[in-house]
């Protein structure tokens, strides 16, 4: 165990582990970088090749073998099997190469780890909390390993980007989260900790699979699922009271829901809600200075009117309502597209809304006149052809719903159309960034919500801005965690989204990018725990004996560097 706090990264640390033990831990393992007074104390000779390497020369190596691997897959089996073996390196790789290992260890590639989980697990990283084994959640989160977890991230794996259910496979999204909490906003490895809630699956092809690693059941639903979410919720507060809890990919009927129950028990919220919409958010705020229409003249058309559709509109709303429209008519500015169809009175039955849906549907008159499908509903093209849409954003995991015709369209009465397809992973985005650059004549302005290849702009080659949540979320963490924030209200996140409008490349050049590069994430993230201790601070969040000058220096004291520690045999 380490003898000291994961953010006392300056000191050295002391254990009583040595030979393969100290070898096989991840946060204390250096491979070849052990120097030959640790070899001596720690009975490392003959364990290791005799010749004494930096990090710098490890980072090298590993960045070679990881190039040289066929494809993506591939590549990211090997950081995870780093990730397991020695942390420190692993987050030296990826805190100078991020924007070539962001698309390997999360979108896109992160999607393909999960459906092929079971067949490359090969060791324990996290907690897998299944329902038969309830009663034992709260001696299993006992152990004294995770004495330091101030960040957990959590999933039942219901709803894995736009690939659906993929039972315990679900685990590669708190794992690939909480390597960009540490890898952009500082926190160290000891402090994350990933779970996933096994409550079955519905996932034939994994109940199918001999292979598969998880609990070989229908989902449990109902209220037998609603106690095995409040029991751990119980377990996690009373284990750490101080703890952060990131919930990740729950399906639409539970993430609100469990959000709106658990939001002002702890120090929680749920990424696909609102880090999603605070990201959409600051990449909008950065879009309508490039277009010169005002934030009030915008009129938004939203594909998917789930969770994440509704928190990106619920958030967008109170920006129009901050930059002077009222309530009503902040709203009327949404229209909000599902698989029915445009939400809308006399056209939607209310009644099977979700509560968080409902206050998007469309007044009748607003629509009257509107032609009508074959189903009696209105859908995407003709919601564009009527409502004149400045914006259109995508997290309806269709891929392709934003076609030619739609783009054009949009386009015809728009002279900067703002186009975000933001559904993960790449095979699920709502179109191409080269195509809707193409349909439009140039003009669109353009967020994905995964990497894509650069596309020709003007004659020059131009990446699409990758509208990802991981702008929002490690910053926002570091934040909560740094500053002991008891709860996450939806200002903090507003104040999240500004602050990465405020860096914004276009605010200088209209043909720059809307967003940073991603390379820049910890420094994005750095900014972004500035803006939301500084929210906090005016709302009253944070402890008395917390002064505005103080915040700065408890958020860069909580930022940790991936470098080697000396390491010490502890005495007996």
Same mark, same amino acid.
């Given at each position: 165990m380490l003898a000291r706090s994961p953010a006392d990264h300056a000191h050295a640390v002391s254990t009583h582990l040595q030979e393969f033990d100290v070898l096989s831990d991840p946060l204390l393992n250096k491979g070849t970088a052990f120097s030959e007074e640790e070899r001596?104390?720690?009975?490392?000779?003959?364990?290791? &090749? &005799?010749?004494?390497?930096?990090? +710098? +020369?490890q980072v090298a190596r590993r960045?070679?073998?990881?190039?040289?691997?066929?494809?993506?897959?591939? !590549?990211?089996?090997m950081l995870r099997e780093l990730q397991d073996s020695n942390e420190t390196l692993f987050y030296a790789i990826l805190t100078d190469h991020i924007e070539e290992l962001l698309p390997l260890i999360y979108t896109p590639t992160v999607g393909q780890g999960c459906q092929q989980f079971s067949h490359l697990y090969r060791r324990p990283r996290g907690l897998f909390l299944s329902y038969p084994h309830k009663d034992l959640i709260p001696s299993i989160l006992s152990h004294p390993r995770f004495d330091a977890v101030e960040a957990i991230v959590v999933t039942d794996g219901e709803r894995i980007l736009g690939l659906g259910d993929q039972g315990a496979g679900g685990m590669g999204i708190p794992i690939g989260k909480l390597a960009l909490y540490v890898g952009c906003g500082g926190l160290h490895p000891a402090a994350t900790l990933p779970i996933t809630l096994d409550v079955g699956t519905d996932n034939q092809a994994n109940l199918d699979d001999p292979l598969y690693i998880g609990w070989r059941h229908q989902r449990v639903r109902g209220q037998e699922y609603d106690d095995f979410i409040a029991a751990f919720v119980a377990a996690v507060k009373a284990r750490w009271p101080h703890v952060l809890l990131q919930w990740e990919d729950f399906a639409k009927h539970n993430a609100t829901r469990l959000l709106e129950r658990y939001r002002d028990e702890l120090c929680t919220f749920n990424d696909d809600v609102q880090g999603t919409a605070a990201i959409a958010t600051g990449t909008l705020l950065a879009a309508v200075q490039?277009? @010169?229409?005002?934030?009030?003249?915008?009129?938004?058309?939203? $594909? @998917?009117? @789930?969770?994440a559709g509704c928190g990106i509109s619920a958030l967008l709303r109170q920006a129009l309502q901050d930059a002077g429209l009222?309530?009503? +008519?902040?709203?009327? !500015?949404?229209?909000l597209v599902d698989r029915d169809g445009l939400l809308a009175e006399g056209l939607t039955d209310l009644d099977n809304l979700q509560p968080f849906q409902r206050g998007f549907a469309q007044p009748a008159e607003a629509v009257a006149g509107w032609p009508r499908g074959q189903g009696g509903g209105i859908g995407l093209l003709e919601t564009i052809r009527q409502a004149r849409p400045t914006a259109l954003i995508g997290v309806s995991g269709q891929p392709g719903a934003f076609d030619e015709e739609a783009v054009r369209e949009m386009a015809r009465h728009c002279r900067r159309p703002i186009i975000f397809p933001l559904s993960n992973p790449t095979s699920r985005a709502e179109a191409a960034p080269a195509d809707l650059m193409r349909w439009s004549d140039g003009r669109a302005v353009i967020g994905t919500g995964s990497p894509f290849p650069a596309f020709e702009r003007d004659g020059e080659a131009f990446k699409?801005?990758?509208? #990802? #949540?991981?702008?929002? $979320?490690?910053?926002? @963490?570091?934040?909560?965690?740094?500053? !002991?924030? &008891?709860?996450?209200?939806?200002?903090?996140?507003?104040?999240a989204a500004r602050a990465v409008a405020a860096m914004s490349p276009a605010r200088h050049n209209p043909r720059a990018n809307l967003l940073p590069p991603v390379g820049e994430l910890r420094r994005v993230s750095y900014h972004v725990a500035l803006a939301v201790g500084l929210q906090a601070f005016r709302e009253g969040l944070l402890a008395a004996d917390i002064t505005q000058d103080e915040i700065e220096h408890r958020i860069r004291a909580k930022v940790w560097t991936p470098r080697y520690a000396p390491l010490h045999r502890a005495a007996s």
């Open positions: 001596d104390a720690l009975r490392l000779h003959g364990l290791l &090749p &005799p010749s004494v390497q930096t990090l +710098e +020369e960045l070679a073998a990881l190039r040289a691997l066929p494809g993506d897959l591939e !590549r990211y089996v490039v277009t @010169g229409a005002p934030l009030t003249e915008q009129r938004i058309v939203v $594909f @998917g009117a @789930g969770s009222d309530a009503a +008519e902040a709203a009327r !500015r949404f229209y699409a801005d990758q509208t #990802n #949540n991981s702008y929002i $979320f490690p910053g926002l @963490g570091l934040a909560a965690i740094a500053l !002991r924030i &008891p709860r996450i209200t939806d200002s903090l996140f507003m104040a």
